[in-house]
């Protein structure tokens, strides 16, 4: 073969060699062709020279053949070699980056790119792979459906956005309020990573490469802790990402990958397209995280129990609500959480069989919601409880509604938030002892009641109907329905707790200045 344009290369400032091509100057071309550059440059990637020679001769070869084969306007020549290079830097980029590029083509470009494609496929160096994934594409935008996804590649394999909405649509029927209020943001949060690292709005589950799961974890763990207003505004990820703040912490950081976990395994179990090496990679980075920022809810302890009741906040009047004063105690002869007791109405204490109990339930109130169906329950009162005057409390309320605490309401995010923070500040000013990776708070009640269960040697499927924790030994039957057996078994349980409190130091709750109102 003839050479009539010479082919060199030539090293850039860091050593690094580029191959050239010569494109020969038209002077006929007109006006709106503009030669769009008198050289083709495209960098070799090594720092070799004999390297460099090997590689710039095969690219010369294709070169020449291609401009001597489609071409004979230096023009449409040079702008195919352009989109050939375009098109080589993002085919084995993921889907959106390359789909962005064809979205970009007219009608010519198209041509030129396929002619200049057709040389590079017949040469035994091309990636006939590749090309073959490039002429669907390119075929899919000539059709005007760039953009556009067909019912048969939507049946096992449909669009993220498609899928995540289906999957939220199940977990708010399943969820607890506060609970799906916290799942959606994290999985869109994983939504808008993956688009926004794949540069696309159209991924398809299969599309999800571990590559974008890794870049979204890495992004994910530099992202702020708080990312609303200020500076922040209008950032993108990555941008967000590159802000020199408080990063998120490690406890946030699980959670959002456990969200992501979740979906992935969801989608993989119905069938869909799903990479299975995705939840691998998202259980890697799980086991790798610092296990310093954790913390662990651990029980109270004995001696935490007298600070908190045989303080001054119970011996000395200082309690300003009902609510502070009984919903302790409930938990700490109950394990029910924060929620389950704020919500129970006067309804829910109940005498069956001879023992007076509190249904744990999400029925009769719109109000009222529990995590999950499992947590569906009967727990029998603690004589502690009743010494106390609880029963004389609960008859005081049925005269004024159907609401036990009627002051506590759920905020936005359907949470007892007000109660809470007065918990987090009482104990905060109560010094708990806490060693590192510990945390205590509310919470800690429920630990605290499935430990000393334990301890008692109290069955495991007793305990679990309880606390409300599911388990196999857990029948439907048993879960909600009375029989006075498993009454009369739980009674026997909760009255062994005995935690070394003085309960007599507590003054009646009458005697509280909350109680004029009642």
């Known amino acids: 073969m003839k050479v009539k344009s010479p082919a060199y290369i030539t090293r850039n400032r860091l050593g690094i060699y580029y191959f050239q091509y010569k494109i020969p100057y038209n002077v006929h071309l007109s006006?709106?062709?503009?030669?769009?550059?008198?050289?083709?440059?495209?960098?070799?990637?090594?720092?070799?020279?004999?390297?460099?020679?090997?590689?710039?001769?095969?690219?010369?070869?294709?070169?020449?053949?291609?401009?001597k084969k489609y071409f004979n306007n230096p023009y449409l020549f040079g702008k195919a070699m352009e989109l050939l290079m375009k098109y080589e830097a993002v085919e084995f980029a993921n889907y959106g980056v390359a789909q962005a590029f064809f979205d970009q083509l007219d009608e010519g470009d198209s041509e030129l790119l396929e002619l200049a494609l057709k040389q590079r496929e017949i040469d035994s160096r091309g990636n006939n792979q590749n090309f073959q994934v490039m002429k669907e594409m390119l075929a899919r935008w000539e059709r005007g459906e760039s953009s556009q996804i067909s019912e048969t590649e939507s049946k096992n394999n449909p669009r993220l956005s498609v899928l995540i909405s289906n999957w939220l649509n199940i977990k708010k029927s399943k969820l607890a309020t506060s609970s799906y209020q916290t799942t959606e943001p994290r999985i869109h949060l994983f939504e808008d990573a993956l688009y926004e690292i794949s540069g696309s709005k159209t991924i398809l589950i299969s599309q999800i490469t571990p590559d974008l799961i890794r870049e979204y974890r890495e992004l994910?763990?530099?992202?702020?802790?708080?990312?609303?207003?200020?500076?922040?505004?209008?950032?993108?990820?990555?941008?967000?990402?590159?802000?020199?703040?408080?990063?998120?912490?490690?406890?946030?950081?699980?959670?959002?990958?456990?969200?992501?976990?979740?979906?992935?395994?969801?989608?993989?179990?119905?069938?869909?397209?799903?990479?299975?090496?995705?939840?691998?990679?998202?259980?890697?980075?799980?086991?790798?995280?610092?296990?310093?920022?954790?913390?662990?809810?651990?029980?109270?302890?004995?001696?935490?129990?007298?600070?908190?009741?045989?303080?001054?906040?119970?011996?000395?009047?200082?309690?300003?609500?009902?609510?502070?004063?009984?919903?302790?105690?409930?938990?700490?002869?109950?394990?029910?959480?924060?929620?389950?007791?704020?919500?129970?109405?006067?309804?829910?204490?109940?005498?069956?069989?001879?023992?007076?109990?509190?249904?744990?339930?999400?029925?009769?109130?719109?109000?009222?919601?529990?995590?999950?169906?499992?947590?569906?329950?009967?727990?029998?009162?603690?004589?502690?409880?009743?010494?106390?005057?609880?029963?004389?409390?609960?008859?005081?309320?049925?005269?004024?509604?159907?609401?036990?605490?009627?002051?506590?309401?759920?905020?936005?995010?359907?949470?007892?938030?007000?109660?809470?923070k007065r918990m987090t500040h009482f104990f905060k000013g109560l010094s708990l002892e806490v060693y590192d990776g510990e945390s205590k708070g509310f919470h800690s009640f429920r630990h605290l009641v499935r430990t000393e269960l334990v301890e008692l040697n109290i069955n495991e499927g007793l305990i679990d109907s309880i606390v409300g924790h599911t388990s196999n030994e857990r029948s439907i039957g048993s879960k909600f329905y009375t029989h006075t057996q498993q009454i009369n078994q739980k009674m026997t349980a909760i009255q062994l707790l005995d935690y070394g409190v003085d309960f007599s130091k507590l003054v009646n709750w009458r005697q509280f200045r909350f109680a004029r109102f009642y």
């Open 220 to 420: 994910l763990e530099k992202l702020p802790a708080k990312r609303s207003g200020g500076e922040f505004k209008g950032k993108t990820i990555r941008e967000l990402a590159g802000i020199n703040a408080e990063k998120i912490s490690s406890k946030t950081y699980l959670y959002n990958l456990d969200t992501a976990k979740q979906f992935l395994n969801w989608a993989r179990l119905e069938g869909y397209q799903v990479n299975e090496r995705l939840e691998g990679i998202l259980q890697v980075a799980r086991k790798n995280t610092s296990a310093v920022a954790k913390t662990q809810r651990v029980p109270f302890t004995a001696a935490d129990l007298k600070k908190i009741f045989e303080g001054v906040q119970y011996t000395d009047c200082k309690l300003k609500r009902a609510s502070d004063y009984w919903v302790p105690l409930i938990a700490l002869f109950t394990g029910a959480r924060l929620g389950e007791i704020c919500q129970i109405l006067v309804g829910d204490i109940e005498e069956l069989e001879g023992v007076w109990c509190i249904k744990i339930t999400d029925t009769g109130d719109d109000d009222k919601r529990l995590k999950a169906k499992g947590s569906e329950r009967i727990v029998p009162l603690h004589n502690q409880l009743i010494k106390l005057g609880f029963m004389d409390y609960r008859e005081t309320m049925e005269k004024r509604g159907a609401k036990l605490f009627p002051d506590e309401v759920r905020d936005d995010s359907g949470r007892f938030s007000a109660f809470q």
């Open 31 to 67: 006006h709106n062709q503009q030669q769009s550059k008198s050289f083709f440059r495209k960098s070799l990637r090594t720092r070799l020279q004999s390297e460099a020679l090997s590689l710039s001769k095969h690219l010369w070869v294709i070169m020449d053949t291609i401009n």
